[in-house]
């Protein structure tokens, strides 16, 4: 279980990039319209286009590239699972492989490819957002970009608040599942061996006591939280103000340039 510790999910990488020193409202901005162009390529050209968007955003963090790619982990059996089902359930396109009931036909392997290429990107635009910018950033950003959405009664406070401790407490939790998972080993545990029903009852001595532990933290943010007299967004001020720079004015021309492209690209 010390996989769990590797998983960059939530975790800030300080570095002094480009990426690091960009405003987090472009940022979340590059990375809503990223996640629309990853949906938008349809051609293999505009595919390689924006994985290769990709690839430069991963550079220009100065983040190994090894670290990024942990990220995917979470994802593995899902892209696995996805791939398996357009194999075998896409019957359009000449047809490549024939054994008795299974049938591998062309439009299956192409949609595989498409579809398991963008969950990949998906979950590296993900992960490099949060590797580059702190909570507190993602916190301040989410806000900003939903203030305007207050006057129709939009939480906008509340929900960065709950996206920011979320992010927050992944690594802590994931940390806390590592810990409680060599305690029940060195009891004699095993995660890994026996059939599928016996593994899955070798978890519940795991989820019971990081859900126990879950809580008991939630409770302790809470009473910490009130004793510092929190009552909410209103009538509070910032220590650090967002400014948009000139590496931001660069981003989302970039982002539009990206649109131009990936549209010319389309079929």
Known sequence: ??????????????????????????????????????????????????????????????????????????????????VILQIFTNKEGALLFSWKFIEIHEKGLTEAAFVSARIILLMLSASLLTLTTSPIQLTDGLES?????????????????????SLRFIPTLLEETDKIAKAQMSRGASFSSGSIV???????????????????RAEELAFAMEARGYRGGKGRTKYRQLRFGNRDAVLLVVTIAIAVVVWLLRA
């Not at 939480?155 to 996206?163: G, Q, T």
Request: aromatic share 16%; proline share 7%; net charge positive.
């Open 1 to 82: 279980m010390s996989f769990l510790n590797s998983i960059p999910i939530g975790q800030y990488v300080p570095r002094d990039s480009f990426l690091h020193r960009c405003d987090p409202r472009s940022k979340l901005l590059f990375v809503f319209f990223f996640i629309i162009f990853i949906f938008m390529a349809n051609t293999l050209y505009a595919f390689l286009f924006v994985a290769a968007v990709a690839i430069v955003g991963i550079a220009m963090s100065r983040i190994p590239v090894i670290y990024v790619l942990r990220g995917l982990k979470p994802a593995l059996w899902i892209i696995l699972l996805t």
């Open 198 to 216: 016996k593994r899955i009852n070798g978890i519940l001595p795991l989820i019971v006591p990081l859900f126990v532990q879950s809580f008991r």
């Open 145 to 165: 970009l939903f203030s305007p959405l207050r006057r129709f009664g939009f939480p906008a406070h509340e929900l960065a608040l709950m996206m920011s401790i």
